[in-house]
């Protein structure tokens, strides 16, 4: 059985679905949507898909369709995702899956109320690397988790491509996601610090931040889009957790495999969309398989649920309103 898939968003990262999704023989991808025609017309000439759309409405009313991957901007997320369930589509949504709590609390009432599958698209949770230290963690003999560190800072270069959104929700929404994956906890209170190097930018660059989840966990948190670009690495990436019995770390994606040749500095991703002969691998591969498996049956208990990107979310806000105020913020009681 064939899953007809369309994109909506012809950005890179939708891009980078459309080519992991063509060496599915599961799926067929039947249709593109852009706001921009010129855009996705060249998408769709690239890589000979069938129909493209310049209006989501139209789009995603195309009976073809039993699913989308919504990869648009951040503030679109929710109302396409609102759209697309209304029309009975599957929806795979990119991260983060909304800004605000009270579109995480509409979210939820879309879930819930709906047989449709909504995916939130936590990368991280289909990395190999990621997923084996859940599974050691665990393990009996690791312990109980006391702390977590996790680090992500990007080349100079790319915050001009990604600075329409607050850093929090652009780069460490991955990292929440894992804070709370790997403890099965919720955020009780934050306290963070930003910092703006680029004036003509309208968020900050720098973010440190220090949270206490509700099983007494501490957590630090890290991100600089200040990476020198000669560095050569897409991320800078850490994750270390403190146990009472003893400690994991993990340096992913490109921190295993890196080159210096004639001057030049290069890390390699080896975990999100390596290619293996010829073809893409990785988490991103194994999230739309996951994603097919879900619309097809075949499993019916998602990786992320809505429930838990929507607890992201709240951190995240908490993270943003102790930044924007310089006070630590405690999450409200509900």
Not at 9 to 20: K, L, S, V, W
Not at 98 to 108: A, F, H, N, Q, V
Not at 164 to 184: C, N, S, Y
Not at 218 to 226: A, F, I, M
């Amino acid at each position: 059985m064939q899953v007809n898939l369309g994109i909506l968003g012809a950005g890179d990262f939708g891009r980078m679905h459309i080519e992991a999704l063509k060496q599915n023989p599961e799926v067929q991808i039947t249709a593109v949507c852009s706001r921009t025609e010129e855009k996705v017309r060249k998408v769709c000439r690239e890589y000979e898909l069938p129909a493209w759309y310049t209006d989501v409405d139209a789009f995603l009313r195309d009976p073809k369709l039993d699913g989308v991957i919504i990869a648009t901007g951040e503030d679109t997320h929710y109302p396409f995702t609102q759209k697309a369930v209304e029309q009975g589509k599957h929806v795979l949504l990119e991260k983060p899956v909304c800004l605000t709590r009270e579109d995480g609390e509409k979210l939820l009432s879309l879930d819930r109320d709906s047989s449709t599958v909504i995916l939130p698209g936590h990368i991280l949770r289909y990395d190999s690397a990621y997923h084996q230290a859940k599974e050691a963690l665990g393990e009996s003999r690791a312990g109980e988790i006391q702390s977590i560190r996790v680090k992500r800072n990007v080349p100079i270069e790319r915050f001009s491509l990604h600075s329409r959104t607050h850093p929090v929700f652009m780069a460490l929404a991955h990292d929440i996601d894992i804070l709370l994956w790997l403890t099965g906890s919720r955020c009780k209170r934050v306290f963070a610090m930003e910092k703006k190097t680029r004036p003509e930018f309208t968020n900050p660059d720098i973010v440190f931040a220090v949270a206490e989840l509700e099983n007494g966990v501490l957590c630090s948190l890290e991100t600089q889009w200040r990476l020198p670009n000669e560095y050569g690495k897409y991320l800078d990436t850490e994750l270390e957790v403190m146990t009472s019995q003893g400690t994991l770390k993990l340096q992913t994606p490109g921190n295993a495999l890196e080159t210096m040749f004639h001057g030049c500095q290069t890390g390699y991703d080896v975990t999100l969309w390596p290619r293996v002969c010829g073809k893409m691998t990785g988490a991103l591969v194994n999230e739309e398989q996951h994603f097919v498996d879900l619309i097809l049956g075949r499993c019916k208990q998602p990786v992320v649920t809505v429930e838990e990107a929507v607890l992201g979310v709240e951190m995240a806000r908490m993270l943003i309103e102790s930044c924007e105020s310089g006070i630590p913020v405690y999450r409200k009681e509900e």
